[in-house]
C-alpha cells in the first residue's frame, strides 16, 4: 500500500532553515507528481508546493515562493521541502502527498514550528 513518511520538522527561529523529506513506497514514485501541503491551527490545508514526475517543473504557492524549494530523488523514493527565510506564519503541520489510483494520499505530517 501507499506509504509517505515525513521527517524533520521541529522549532526554528524567524529567519532560519528546515528540510523536510518524505520517504515513498508502494507506489511507483518515479511516474507520480509529488506534492507537500501544510496545515495551521484553525485554517485549511493549503498546497505549498508540487513537483513533477521527472522533476522537470515545479509550481509553490506565493506566500512561499522565492524561500522554499522543492526537490526530489527517484532513487530513493524521497522528495524535500527546503524552507529557508522561515517566518511565524510558516507554522504548520507539514504533509507529503501524492494521488495515485484516483486517489489522494497523505503522510502523517511532521509539525514546523517558527518562533523565537
Known amino acids: 500500500q501507499v506509504q509517505l513518511v515525513e521527517s524533520g520538522g521541529g522549532l526554528v527561529q524567524p529567519g532560519g532553515s528546515l528540510r523536510l523529506s518524505c520517504a515513498a513506497s508502494g507506489f511507483t514514485f518515479s511516474s507520480h507528481a509529488m506534492s507537500w501541503y501544510r496545515q495551521a491551527p484553525g485554517k485549511e490545508r493549503e498546497l505549498v508546493a508540487t513537483i513533477t514526475s521527472a522533476g522537470g517543473s515545479t509550481n509553490y504557492a506565493d506566500s512561499v515562493k522565492g524561500r522554499f524549494t522543492i526537490s526530489r530523488e527517484n532513487a530513493p523514493n524521497k522528495v524535500y521541502l527546503q524552507m529557508n527565510s522561515l517566518k511565524a506564519e510558516d507554522t504548520a503541520v507539514y504533509y507529503c502527498?501524492?494521488?495515485?489510483?484516483?486517489?489522494?494520499?497523505w503522510g502523517q505530517g511532521t509539525q514546523v514550528t517558527v518562533s523565537s
Open positions: 502527498s501524492t494521488r495515485a489510483w484516483g486517489m489522494r494520499y
